[in-house]
């Protein structure tokens, strides 16, 4: 046998191994403040590699069990989300709290639900899964392929009225509210006590936020007002790193103070659309975000669509 043979043969096992081990991707758990853990996904797309998981979860260890915030994008991403809290605490998962209805927020919802979890989310919130519920699991299943098999889209049955409400689960305090930014029905999830802010995907962080044909500008940036007036101390963002309120307002809130604020001007004193665009292509200040070079100007031509309009 050939050195060159040899050589060869193990390069390709070699690439063999990496593939496998970016297919058996593993979310783990950071510890943020006392018994409070975020699970940081990766920032790029959904993927068979990912199973979904390219967002941020997290979860809180009480004495009689775990809360977690968003159950993952699939059957095989909540059981690994499930896998992550296992190596911190023995404590089960008996409650979810979705902040959102983008398929990664919640289609892990009927696994921990058969497992005998109260899934819970803002009453709009649990609307808008439904509505989009058939578009999700179209689409993840484009990304996943098989890998989707076995997964069922459970709307939360547990709904919360009104713009923002009180919830108490294992000895503590969570508060949501509507932030009707990225998606309809978005919503943050506030530990007061801790002081930590779950903002569901109100915040991006070291990558640029998208603007979506259903998100708002205006409502995003309100909501980023009321977020910062509660100074968290630590946020754990839709995507990226957590991150303190100094951070987000550098790569979220002047984004959306940007869009509002200038593109929103243009918009309403009817300057050309296109002129307006070119302008701003160059954020200096935004740059070195990922998925500026893709999504920046969608971005700007969506605001100026939405202030145009009012």
Not at 16 to 34: H, M, N, S, Y
Not at 134 to 159: C, D, N, S, V
Request: proline share 5%; charged share 20%; with cysteine.
């Amino acid at each position: 046998m050939s050195k060159r043979f040899v050589l060869l043969m193990l390069a390709f096992l070699a690439g063999i191994t990496a593939l496998g081990a970016r297919a058996d991707f593993q979310p783990k758990a950071e510890k943020v403040v006392d018994n409070v853990y975020a699970i940081v996904g990766p920032l790029g797309q959904r993927s068979a590699e990912n199973d979904g998981l390219n967002a941020n979860f997290g979860f809180v260890v009480t004495p009689t069990g775990v809360i977690l915030i968003d159950s993952g994008a699939s059957l095989l991403g909540a059981k690994k989300i499930e896998t992550a809290i296992a190596k911190v605490t023995k404590q089960p998962v008996r409650w979810v709290v979705n902040t959102g209805s983008q398929d990664h927020r919640w289609l892990g919802n009927d696994y921990f639900a058969g497992k005998g979890a109260e899934i819970i989310a803002m009453s709009r919130t649990a609307a808008t899964q439904a509505d989009y519920a058939a578009q999700h699991m179209e689409g993840m299943t484009r990304f996943l392929g098989k890998r989707m098999q076995g997964t069922l889209p459970l709307p939360a049955p547990k709904t919360l009225a009104g713009d923002s409400a009180m919830l108490e689960r294992g000895g503590e305090t969570l508060e949501l509210a509507y932030t009707h930014a990225h998606f309809p029905g978005d919503a943050w999830v506030w530990l007061p006590r801790q002081r930590v802010m779950f903002s569901g995907d109100l915040v991006y962080i070291d990558r640029l936020m998208g603007v979506l044909p259903w998100s708002s500008v205006k409502n995003g940036q309100q909501a980023f007002k009321a977020l910062a007036a509660l100074k968290p101390a630590h946020i754990v963002p839709g995507h990226g790193r957590v991150c303190d309120l100094a951070q987000a307002q550098r790569e979220t809130g002047d984004y959306y103070d940007f869009l509002a604020d200038k593109v929103g001007a243009a918009a309403r004193a009817m300057e050309p659309l296109v002129e307006t665009l070119d302008r701003y292509a160059d954020l200096p200040a935004f740059r070195n975000l990922e998925t500026y070079e893709g999504l920046h100007r969608a971005n700007m031509n969506r605001a100026f669509t939405e202030f145009e309009s009012q």
